[in-house]
């Protein structure tokens, strides 16, 4: 069996304090690269991207990052790996991380990551699952902070689908100790032991999204169609039609509330362009901090607590 190390396979693997580490080190980082400041931390070192599914901000983010700080990336598609002609992720695991420091795997069902994560010497990251993102949100929770100060007690409405974002998020909210307002469609509501959670005291779910909006210091929503689930888009079309997140709810959340969306983004289906086109909306800063807090956590992961 491998040595313990360190994985970020779902958000609640860090803690407050690791993620408050993280936020500031984020800061830090994007800062000195806006300088035009060298920082290689990761000379000599490589990141495996294991991809299972379509990606471009990840894929850029984290590879970009990695030679931001002085290491190399190295892009897997399964389909032209052996794990696409059925070697064992278990196999494909040790034999990967004996030849690179840290791995990066978007997959489908959780269990796989966390298989492969079972048989790593390196960490691994989750770049997206089915149950869980992240690296997302810690890209969104930044830019809140960025944008208003701490999220300690403020309130996202999450709109639309329960899936690997909005089980992401009620996750962050546990650690983080804010609250979340979830509106879905009947038939798609939050499955808390899927979301992977402690309770239910973080948040609290409305039948109408209106409601959910109401005062909220942050509204988001994703696809209505995730990857992986596209045979059911028809189905899903008519069932979220009421779930698009219009002007009308950002006109209930709180006066200075942000829209974020994780992107890529469906225009008159899960929102209307006037809001993620509108002056609240952060989705760009939001995409590009993904590069700026995955740098922390890469630096974090394989270099520890870094403070200078
Ligand atoms: N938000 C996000 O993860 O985007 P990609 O699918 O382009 O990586
Ligand atoms: N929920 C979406 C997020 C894409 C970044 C999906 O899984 O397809």
């Known amino acids: 069996m491998a040595p313990a190390v360190k994985h970020f396979l779902q958000f609640k693997d860090l803690s407050r304090d690791e993620l408050e580490h993280l936020f500031a080190r984020s800061h830090v980082i994007k800062d000195r690269f806006k300088r035009y400041q060298p920082y290689h931390p990761l000379n000599d070192r490589t990141l495996a991207m294991i991809f299972e599914k379509s990606s471009t901000r990840t894929r850029l983010s984290f590879e970009a990052g990695m030679h931001q700080l002085g290491g190399a990336a190295i892009y897997l598609n399964t389909r032209d790996t052996q794990l696409g002609r059925g070697e064992p992720v278990e196999d494909a695991a040790e034999v990967i991380s004996r030849m690179v420091d840290v791995v990066m795997i978007r997959t489908f069902e959780q269990e796989i990551i966390e298989r492969f994560a079972a048989h790593s010497r390196v960490p691994v990251i989750n770049?997206?699952?089915?149950?869980?993102?992240p690296c997302q949100i810690l890209a969104d929770i930044f830019t809140f902070i960025e944008r208003r100060g701490p999220i300690q007690g403020k309130t996202v409405a999450w709109i639309g689908d329960s899936?690997?974002?909005?089980?992401?998020?009620?996750q962050a909210a546990e650690v983080l100790d804010f609250n979340v307002h979830v509106s879905t469609p009947p038939g798609y509501e939050v499955e808390p032991?899927?979301?992977?959670?402690?309770?239910?005291?973080?948040?609290?779910a409305f039948a109408d999204p209106m409601d959910a909006c109401r005062g909220a210091d942050l509204v988001?929503?994703?696809?209505?169609?995730?990857?992986?689930?596209?045979?059911?888009?028809a189905e899903r079309m008519k069932a979220f039609a009421d779930w698009q997140v219009d002007s009308d709810m950002m006109r209930v959340a709180a006066g200075d509330a942000l829209f974020m969306h994780c992107l890529p983004a469906h225009r008159g289906e899960e929102v209307e362009a006037a809001v993620i086109d509108g002056p609240q909306s952060v989705v760009w800063e939001e995409a590009e901090n993904r590069l700026h807090i995955q740098k922390a956590l890469l630096e974090y992961l394989l270099r520890g607590r870094v403070e200078d």
């Open 193 to 204: 032991e899927r979301a992977g959670l402690f309770g239910t005291d973080h948040y609290e």
């Open 163 to 170: 899936n690997n974002m909005c089980n992401t998020w009620l």
């Open 127 to 133: 770049g997206l699952t089915n149950e869980y993102h």
């Open 220 to 233: 988001t929503t994703d696809v209505w169609t995730s990857m992986g689930f596209e045979a059911e888009n």
